[in-house]
């Protein structure tokens, strides 16, 4: 018996991948829906998609640290140290307020008219106190987004993060820059369930639209809304931020980073912008 033929377009009635297709075969009401929806390559693209399963990929990553003693950039946990799903791992080092940065700069791939969602999976292998890390979308690199937490000051012109700072507090807060408004600030609620713990994973995604409203998830819990955030039309790309508050090591891994956004912005040149 011979073998089928491969399947091909339709040459009548045929309708690009799209999320009109798609919510014209299943709805948006369906629970399979949102899963779909990521991947429909006519409408959204994947501006990050990396669950470090080999070494780091530096076409797109920059790993870059603060220096001092035991400082060691983001790279991937292999042999005894390793888990099974592939994860990187970045170190402060001894050095009170060293750090450990990774940055996307291959070359800043989404802008906030793009409507960004991130996603990404992150724990502390060492202690939790004492320590600070950020996780989002920023415009360059810099010893930390966020200046100073707690009545924030910024370091960067235009981001958002979620991030926690001891030297502030024990939450995990967001926040968010710009060039139109001034750096603000917002904390979870409702708070989690448990104080944020050593070697405990947490899923965090970060939503950014054109008119510059951010908003943040732990657990797949909504947490909070900050309506000034970066501006609509500046390249931004993920970032990744570790730093010891102390003269001991603390070191933060990140199990997968995946994002997308629309292909096509809410303002500008399609074409250009």
Known sequence: MPEPMIEVTPTRNWRPFSRARLRDAIGPSNPLYDILEREMFQDVYKFVDDDFITSLDTTFW????????????FARQAGATG???GVIQGDGGTDADGDARLFGTSNLTVTGNRR?????????QSAVTTSKFEFGLVDAV?????NVKATPTSTRADYAVII????????????????????????????????????????????????????????????????????ATVALAPWIYTQSRTTASRTFRVD??????????????????
Request: glycine share 12%; hydrophobic share 40%; charged share 15%.
């Open 62 to 73: 920059t790993a870059s640290n603060s220096g001092g003693a035991g400082v060691a950039n």
């Open 83 to 85: 888990v099974a799903c």
């Open 116 to 124: 960004p969602i991130l996603f990404g999976r992150i724990g502390h």
């Open 142 to 146: 810099a010893a930390g987004a966020v």
């Open 164 to 231: 926690r700072d001891t030297v502030d507090d024990v939450l995990v807060s967001m926040v968010t820059d710009g060039g139109t408004d001034a750096v603000t600030s917002v904390d979870p609620s409702p708070s989690l369930a448990a104080a944020y713990a050593t070697q405990t994973w947490y899923t965090l995604a970060l939503s950014v639209d054109e008119v510059r409203g951010c908003r943040y998830y732990i657990d797949g819990v909504f947490r909070g809304v900050i309506r000034s955030g970066p501006d």
């Open 256 to 273: 997968y980073v995946t994002g997308w956004a629309e292909r096509v912005p809410f303002s500008g040149d399609a074409f250009t912008t």
